[in-house]
DNA sequence: TTGTAAGCGTTATCAC
DNA sequence: GTGATAACGCTTACAA
């Protein structure tokens, strides 16, 4: 298999390489005729460019990092194909990670890709991340990185995040109103802005309700699965336990539906449950469980396009220090209901 | 922003740049002295190796081209999540597309990955794929692919599947012992292996019980949700509908529970259901949904392992073309029984 | 043990 | 309108 370049393709043609990078690349300088043939050879020979080399000179590699905490994950399945579907249009390629929710395996990543491997980064940051020095590392070298869902607050970057508080609070107060006077909150990381802003839109809810709070009634979960299935029904073999649940994050709404079922407790009658998720068989679940949605594409979308936009030298949009809210939509469904 | 690449070391350290390359790679002819002056400096500075210089002079990337036909899906992702714990462990990079079930976006995508952008391709052909030109083509370039799950059956390399045509006898078969007569089978094109092979075991599983069967049992479904949803209550309404039904994949057995919901049918009673799926909460549905899960992770790991050796130029294990089967498990719950 | 120089494939700059 | 040349950052013969 002989390589096809442009050197080859020159030869073929009994030109320079030059004439025919510029010809392969319609170059306003090139005669029709010339390009013509350069065309169509490369067509007949099927040439593709080296993607390295053109990396190597241009100091671009049209290519975006995306570091995601978790795969098996709906809403994070989504961003991506939102990304995917603006990058795309644009020549990009999608260099996909996943953190396991593990800082240092973030750390790792982020190392590699400060070579210049890619042009920019779009990430979720993993639950364990509290220290965020090698992101900064990400700005300094130069290299526009953005946020979502689980941003890091102090970079100053722009921040694509749903309105955590407000859908917390909101979330609460349903469950409120549908009777419950015992919510407990289920989080993964106090760490991470998604748990604090959600918790914070629980205890104001709970707060205005003039209900009372106990600290323990805020749950901090493991990574572990059979772990947070111990936690919760730790909890709920109890007399006191809660009446209600809001959980942050999807993955430990599955755990207390799993807990709660061992515990041969009914949902929603001895306790309801609402929970942050993008699950598209909510409505298929026993009972069908209430959601608290993102428009996750949508975010995927709106990341690539602000990176397409500012990797543009010719537009070079500037990617502000700001947070950019696109607000969830919560469906009520039996798990959370009176 | 100065650039850190080993010119700049070099002259840090009063050197040529070939003494730090060499010393950056732990060359043997290094003095040590100077390797840990070189390192020293590397690490204060953070130096990080330009990846495209180095892919460009060593015609390997260091990265694997994903393709998969859908990204919300656990099936893939638990897939990607393990080709990925193998090749991050050799330094390999994960490009990731979604053909999204279409052929023409899979051919533009392999077409992108010709130039050389990556060192291979793990791929699970799309449903519409009946043409392979352009899969032939990548190995004609000499780049290695391999598939899994739906595979392009002559293409010689190797390919990873689970007992296709096992499983669809012994889903089939299943649901005969729990009453059924008249199984229908749900599937996305009769192009795709899976789809054959699953098909052939269902056949087989109704000739060798004897049972009746129309050709017309076996649904050709689409690509779009409502669409199908449409189509499944269609033969649902009559009351000749089925008794039970075999999906081959996944969202057309959601499809189905949506469908079996809206004409007021009830599962398990009136009609039974088993699917082929890697959903991760098949027990938490209403009803729970029995599933054929296939060893995802392992089949990841395994396209992971086979290119890692192959890539590895000491060991230079080839690419048979051969098929490797990974059993599946048959997960019975209440969907499918009396 | 270290330095020199060439080349990977492409394109921008300068010349003709 | 086209050709020669250099350079992107790295590695590896070959020299010293």
Redesign the interface.
């Known amino acids: 298999?002989t390589k096809i370049n442009i050197k080859y393709l020159a030869e073929k043609l009994n030109m320079a390489p030059s004439t025919v990078s510029r010809a392969l690349n319609d170059s306003y300088e090139i005669s029709k005729a010339t390009k013509e043939k350069v065309m169509a050879l490369a067509k007949e020979l099927?040439y593709?460019?080296?993607?390295?080399?053109r990396?190597?000179r241009a100091h671009r590699?049209k290519?975006i990092g995306v570091i995601i905490p978790e795969?098996?994950?709906?809403f994070f399945?989504?961003v991506?194909?939102g990304i995917?579907e603006i990058t795309q249009q644009y020549g990009y390629?999608?260099?996909?990670?996943?953190s396991h929710e593990d800082v240092e395996q973030e750390k790792k990543i982020i190392?590699?890709l400060?070579?210049?491997?890619v042009d920019a980064i779009v990430m979720s940051v993993s639950s364990q991340t509290s220290s965020t020095e090698h992101l900064e590392?990400v700005l300094?070298?130069?290299i526009p990185i953005i946020f979502f869902d689980r941003i890091a607050q102090n970079i100053p970057t722009t921040k694509f995040i749903t309105n955590d508080y407000q859908s917390g609070f909101d979330a609460t107060m349903h469950l409120i109103q549908s009777g419950c006077r015992k919510i407990y909150f289920l989080l993964l990381s106090k760490e991470i802005t998604i748990g604090k802003e959600r918790l914070r839109g629980y205890l104001d809810a709970i707060k205005a309700s003039n209900l009372p709070f106990l600290e323990n009634w805020v749950i901090q979960c493991y990574q572990e699965e059979k772990k947070n299935l111990e936690l919760i029904k730790s909890f709920l073999y109890p007399m006191d336990r809660p009446d209600g649940i809001l959980s942050s994050v999807e993955k430990l709404a599955?755990s207390a539906?799993?807990a709660i079922?061992q515990t041969k407790l009914r949902i929603p009658e001895d306790i309801k449950l609402i929970t942050f998720s993008n699950?598209?068989?909510a409505d298929?679940?026993?009972?069908?469980l209430s959601t608290i949605s993102q428009p996750a594409y949508e975010i995927g979308r709106e990341c690539a396009k602000l990176l397409m936009n500012n990797l543009n030298k010719s537009k070079q949009i500037s990617i502000e220090d700001k947070v950019i809210t696109i607000p969830s939509v919560i469906h009520v469904r039996s798990s959370s209901c009176s």
Do not use: C, F, W
């Open positions: 298999m099927n593709q460019p080296n993607p390295y080399a990396s190597l590699s290519t795969r098996i994950n709906n399945a989504q991506i194909d995917e390629h999608l260099l996909v990670y996943n190392s590699y400060l070579g210049g491997r590392q300094r070298q130069g599955i539906y799993h079922k699950l598209k068989i298929l679940m026993n009972p069908p």
